[in-house]
């Protein structure tokens, strides 16, 4: 079975083929609007959808060159239902719908959360239920117990801003502009991640839950007291060093407390922030001590493309899922929506 991913729920518009018997993505593309939105420090929503609906065919052609294949053999369409933009959303539903109209074959609607999570399976046959998952992206931060695949149990979720925006607007505030969590990563390779003491939010408190904006507010204390050094390299460099510890650490801290807590032994790491190579290694190393196996995506797939929605999709209609009335555009969308009302997919 060949199924279509397509993927707009944010800034990023992502197309892929993936080919169910060779469990292989063959062919991709991926456009990102990140330039478009720099220059207002943020995603500007209409700019978002006009961008997915410009760019949707051309993605679509291209990766139908590059798997080699005609858009007949597509027997399948997934796209991203939510949660999202609404604007961004109903771009690429109604461009999957339309096509699955066109070529009389099913469409889903896809959790974008459920994408994140699924597709390190991708590249793993270890990955198998139950594990836990921890979903760091730019809107989420969750640690979700996953019993069977599509059965869900959030386990604790950030109280206020998501790891990933904790990166973005720490990185905005030392000037390294929009989306700086990448930049400020890098730049945290050369800084001295001791020089500055942040907390380490919520640790000493019970359950699972994060917080990341007291992080963000202490870094804004640290430049307001040292607002002369804004412009120093080296103050930049170990304040991005001492903030991306302390985020790191906090992450680690809470999966080696749900690794105890749950009794899993696998442990997945997804969504945009699993990109993090301090992460990776950080966390691969605390698995080695305490036992659990952590997996990660391929680092194309950390952050947002189609290949993670044709892949969560293909399992969902491999099951025999699809949806129902995917003539009508009511209630298409979904731009909150709780990853624990998903349906077991098997
Ligand atoms: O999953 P994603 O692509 O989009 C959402 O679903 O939000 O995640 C994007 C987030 C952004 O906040 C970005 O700054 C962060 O992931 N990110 C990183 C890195 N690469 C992307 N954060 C820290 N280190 C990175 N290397
Ligand atoms: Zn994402």
Same mark, same amino acid.
Not at 29 to 37: D, E, G, I, N
Not at 97 to 125: C, D, K, N, Y
Not at 241 to 262: G, P
């Given at each position: 079975m060949i199924v279509l991913g397509i993927e707009t729920s944010? %800034? *990023?518009?992502?197309?892929?083929?993936?080919?169910?018997?060779?469990?292989?993505?063959?062919?991709?593309?991926?456009? &990102?609007?990140?330039?478009?939105?720099?220059?207002?420090?943020? @995603?500007?929503?209409?700019?978002? =959808?006009? %961008?997915? +609906?410009?760019?949707?065919l051309p993605l679509f052609d291209e990766s139908l060159k590059e798997?080699?294949?005609?858009?007949?053999?597509?027997?399948?369409? $997934?796209?991203?239902?939510?949660?999202?933009? +609404?604007?961004?959303?109903? =771009?690429?539903?109604?461009?999957?719908? =339309?096509?699955?109209?066109?070529?009389? +074959?099913?469409?889903?609607?896809?959790?974008?959360?459920?994408?994140?999570? /699924?597709?390190?399976?991708? =590249?793993?046959?270890?990955?198998?239920?139950?594990?836990? $998952?921890? /979903?760091? &992206?730019?809107?989420?931060t969750m640690l979700v117990d996953v019993e069977r695949l599509g059965k869900y149990k959030i386990l604790g979720e950030t109280l206020d801003d998501a790891v990933g925006e904790a990166f973005d607007k720490t990185a905005k505030m030392l000037g390294l502009g929009y989306p700086g969590g990448p930049k400020l990563a890098s730049l945290a390779e050369f800084g001295d991640s001791c020089a500055y003491n942040l907390p380490r939010p919520m640790l000493k408190k019970p359950g699972l839950d994060f917080s990341f904006s007291g992080l963000k507010t202490a870094v804004l204390t640290q430049i307001q007291n040292n607002e002369e050094k804004i412009k120093d390299k080296k103050f930049i460099e170990d304040l991005?060093?001492?903030?991306?510890?302390?985020? @790191? *650490?906090?992450?680690?801290?809470?999966?080696?407390?749900?690794?105890? /807590?749950?009794?899993?032994? +696998?442990?997945?790491?997804?969504?945009? @922030?699993?990109?993090?190579?301090?992460?990776?290694?950080? /966390?691969? $190393?605390?698995? @080695?001590?305490?036992?659990?196996?952590?997996?990660?995506?391929?680092?194309?797939? &950390?952050? %947002?493309?189609?290949?993670?929605?044709?892949?969560a999709g293909a399992l969902r209609f491999l099951a025999g899922q699809k949806d129902k009335d995917f003539a009508s555009l009511k209630s298409a969308v979904k731009t909150r929506w709780n990853l624990e009302e998903l349906s077991a997919i098997r």
């Open positions: 944010c %800034d *990023e518009t992502g197309v892929a083929l993936y080919d169910t018997n060779k469990n292989q993505i063959i062919g991709e593309a991926l456009y &990102s609007q990140v330039k478009t939105h720099a220059k207002y420090g943020g @995603v500007v929503p209409e700019i978002a =959808s006009r %961008d997915h +609906i410009k760019k949707l798997a080699k294949i005609s858009q007949d053999k597509i027997d399948a369409i $997934a796209y991203t239902q939510g949660p999202g933009l +609404i604007g961004a959303l109903l =771009s690429g539903v109604s461009f999957a719908r =339309s096509l699955g109209f066109a070529l009389q +074959i099913p469409t889903l609607g896809v959790h974008h959360m459920e994408g994140h999570l /699924l597709v390190p399976m991708l =590249s793993s046959e270890l990955i198998k239920p139950p594990f836990v $998952a921890l /979903l760091v &992206s730019g809107g989420h991005a060093a001492s903030f991306q510890a302390a985020a @790191v *650490e906090t992450l680690i801290a809470r999966c080696t407390k749900a690794m105890k /807590l749950t009794k899993r032994e +696998i442990l997945v790491v997804a969504g945009g @922030v699993s990109a993090n190579c301090n992460l990776r290694e950080r /966390l691969k $190393a605390t698995g @080695v001590l305490k036992n659990f196996d952590v997996f990660f995506p391929e680092a194309k797939y &950390s952050t %947002d493309n189609g290949a993670m929605i044709a892949y």
